[in-house]
């Protein structure tokens, strides 16, 4: 057996032929030629990026005009300003007061008038204040609480559990 320590034999390596001056200057020639091209293609894939971009600004822009022009009327417009993120604030509404009980105050006025012995005319007034106390307000009874939806597991379980107690009481004979 061979020891970690041991170095392998070395394989045969590959030598470079040598080139001739014909080929090392195609080799040259070669290599410019894929460095241009390597440079067109870079600006390609910029000039493309730089048209994506603009495609997905207007798309953007587009979709916001949409839903612009949508919006309530009573809302306007307003100017873009420049983004800013803040994170929303919980504000807590304050409860709306409860309106006054009114009182509903009506006033009669009776006049009589005399027919008596008596030559001046003389006239009565009788003032008479009502108040109307209003109804009190029954409130409707609440509603009864929703049943739990049953799955179809829970039906057939207690489906099970009635053959259960129907075949227990048959054999012994409780109810």
Same mark, same amino acid.
């Given at each position: ?32 030629k894929a460095l241009e091209v390597r ?21 953007l822009k587009e979709r916001k005009e ?9 809302? $306007? ?5 420049? &983004?800013?993120? #803040?994170?929303? =604030?919980?504000? %807590?509404?304050? @409860? +709306?007061? *409860? ?15 005399? $027919? ?5 005319? &003389?006239?009565? #007034?009788?003032? =008479?204040?009502? %108040?109307?106390? @209003? +109804?009190? *307000? ?38």
């Amino acid at each position: 057996m061979t020891d970690p320590t041991e170095q392998p034999e070395p394989t045969e390596t590959k030598t470079k032929k040598p080139r001739s001056e014909k080929q090392l200057a195609i080799l040259q020639e070669a290599r410019k030629k894929a460095l241009e091209v390597r440079k067109q293609n870079a600006e390609l894939r910029k000039a493309e990026k730089e048209i994506e971009k603009a495609e997905k600004e207007k798309q953007l822009k587009e979709r916001k005009e949409k839903v612009a022009r949508y919006k309530k009327p009573q809302e $306007e417009p307003q100017e873009e300003p420049p &983004e800013v993120w #803040e994170e929303p =604030v919980k504000v %807590k509404a304050k @409860p +709306k007061p *409860k309106p006054k009980a009114r009182k509903v105050v009506k006033k009669v006025i009776e006049v009589e008038e005399s $027919e008596t012995d008596s030559s001046s005319e &003389e006239e009565e #007034e009788v003032v =008479v204040v009502k %108040k109307r106390v @209003p +109804k009190k *307000k029954t409130q409707p009874a609440p509603a009864p609480a929703p049943q739990p939806k049953i799955s179809a597991e829970d039906i057939l379980r207690m489906r099970r559990q009635d053959n259960y107690n129907r075949l227990y009481n048959s054999m012994f004979k409780l109810g």
